[in-house]
């Protein structure tokens, strides 16, 4: 019974994995779907606030933060300090080396320390990294993000500011995505409506921003607004990367629990062949052993 017991301690390791892989996929699941939820919270705050923004689209502004002609250009890599990342990780990396392309010129801020080593692996130059998110807070990070691209572009050094990020367009569809960051031109959207005929809605808005009162200087306004704005998608982008990791670790378990499944049943198969063969030697052992009492017998 050795082989038997063996194969059965085997089956009974795998269905308890089993167990715990699928608690854990159902966590990571859950997590996927608070997350979401969470956002699209946080969505309905832009809506309001790009309302806000609108009051102000008739105004001139040579707010920097809103419009420049600056062609010095910041590409911010957002990636995750997770180990199960790292393919998704090299799907963003490799998306901004195709990015840099475009903007040779361009400085490299990465989030994430796993996502700055593949990014120098393709041969790119980093000039920024921040580690340690989760210890230091999302919000925290993001709040460092905004200030440094913000003093950049204030003073010159560069004119937008682009991030790279995994997006998780739904549970199972997770895709690099690139965003203009700044400056935040979309926030204006009398050129969008001029574009569309002004049948849109930014009309209306139009009308409201020419009755809209002022006791401090527009560009000083613009740059809190976009100040704002900054802070507000950092979060959410960095908050998307969290998103992204809930999908992907249970994308992750979901994979282990069938390979898991599958030796399973190549467990169980092999535990019934098992427990056959060793009935069958058991029956020609005592078969054997009556015809050797029948022959002494005789």
Known sequence: ??????????????????????????????????????????????????????????????????????????????????????????KVCSAAAKEFEKHQEAKIICVGWRGADRCKQLGLKIERIYRDIEQQGRYEVSLKIRDYLIDRIMSGASGKAIVIYIWAKNFNILKPRVVALLPAVELLSSEDDEEGGGEKKGGESHSVGQGFISESSIDGIMKVLADVWVSCRLFEIISDTRIAEAAAQAQQLEQSMEGLSKEKQGLALSLKKAVRGDMNKAMAEVFSSQKVIRQRRR
């Open 1 to 90: 019974m050795g082989k038997v017991a063996r194969i059965q301690g085997d089956l009974d390791d795998v269905e308890a994995l089993l167990e715990i892989i699928n608690v854990l996929k159902d966590v990571s699941t859950n997590r996927f779907f608070v997350f979401a939820q969470q956002k699209n919270d946080f969505a309905k705050f832009l809506e309001v606030f790009l309302l806000f923004f609108n009051l102000l689209e008739s105004a001139e502004t040579d707010c920097p933060l809103v419009r420049n002609n600056n062609p010095g250009s910041d590409l911010v890599v957002i990636t995750s300090e997770a180990s199960f990342m790292s393919q998704l990780n090299s």
